[in-house]
C-alpha cells in the first residue's frame, strides 16, 4: 500500500512539475541542453528535422523548435539556479511580469505529444515579388508571383494569355522556384 501512494504521489509531482525557459546565446540551445543535462538537471529542446539547402548539397538536420530557447526544470535551490545561469552560453531565466516564467508539465507534454504527430513544423513566409510554384490544387504547376500574405494562405499574381489572375493559396500548396 506504501509503494501504491509514493507512486501517486511521485506521479502528482510529475504532473504539477513546473519548467523554466532559459534563453539561450544564438545557436547554442543543443549545447546549452546537453551542458546541462550532464549535470544533472532534466532539459528540454524541442526540435524537428529540416531539409537544409546549401549551394552545393541538401541536408536533413536537426533544428530546435524555439530560437535560442530550452526549457528546464525548476531549480529545488538558489544554488542551483546560480550553477545554471553560470554555464556557458546561458544568458538569463525568461521573465513574465517581473517574475521568472513558469511552465506546466501539461503544455510541456502538450509540445512533446504535437511534436510526435507532426514530423516537420515550419513557419512558411515569402518575400513580396518572390516566384512560386503551386503544387496542388487546380491550379498546380501555375507560377505566380506573391502579392501579399496572410498566416496561412499566400495571394499570388498569376500571368496568363496576358491577363492577371489573383489567386488566394494555402501555403501547403506552394513552393519556392529556384
Known amino acids: 500500500m506504501v509503494t501504491v501512494m509514493g507512486m501517486a504521489m511521485e506521479n502528482k509531482t510529475k504532473i504539477n512539475s513546473i519548467w523554466y525557459v532559459l534563453y539561450t546565446k544564438p545557436r547554442s540551445e543543443k549545447k546549452v541542453y546537453v551542458r546541462l543535462s550532464s549535470l544533472g538537471f532534466e ?20 533544428e530546435p523548435l524555439f530560437k535560442s530557447y530550452i526549457f528546464i526544470k525548476a531549480p529545488e535551490s538558489e544554488a542551483q539556479k546560480i550553477e545554471i545561469l553560470q554555464s556557458p552560453r546561458v544568458v538569463r531565466f525568461l521573465y513574465w511580469l517581473g517574475k521568472v516564467a513558469e511552465v506546466k508539465q501539461s503544455e510541456i507534454t502538450a509540445i512533446q505529444q504535437f511534436l510526435g504527430e507532426y514530423k516537420s513544423v ?57
Do not use: H
Not at 45 to 62: A, Y
Not at 122 to 132: N, P, T
Open 43 to 62: 532539459c528540454y529542446c524541442p526540435s524537428q528535422r529540416t531539409l537544409k539547402q546549401w549551394s552545393d548539397r541538401k541536408k536533413w538536420v536537426e
Open 122 to 178: 515550419e513557419i512558411a513566409s515569402f518575400e513580396r515579388g518572390a516566384k512560386l510554384t503551386i503544387n496542388a490544387g487546380s491550379l498546380q504547376g501555375m507560377e505566380g508571383e506573391v502579392n501579399y500574405q496572410t498566416d496561412k494562405e499566400v495571394v499570388l499574381n498569376i500571368e496568363k494569355l496576358g491577363m492577371s489572375l489573383v489567386a488566394r493559396v494555402s501555403k501547403f500548396q506552394v513552393e519556392k522556384q529556384n
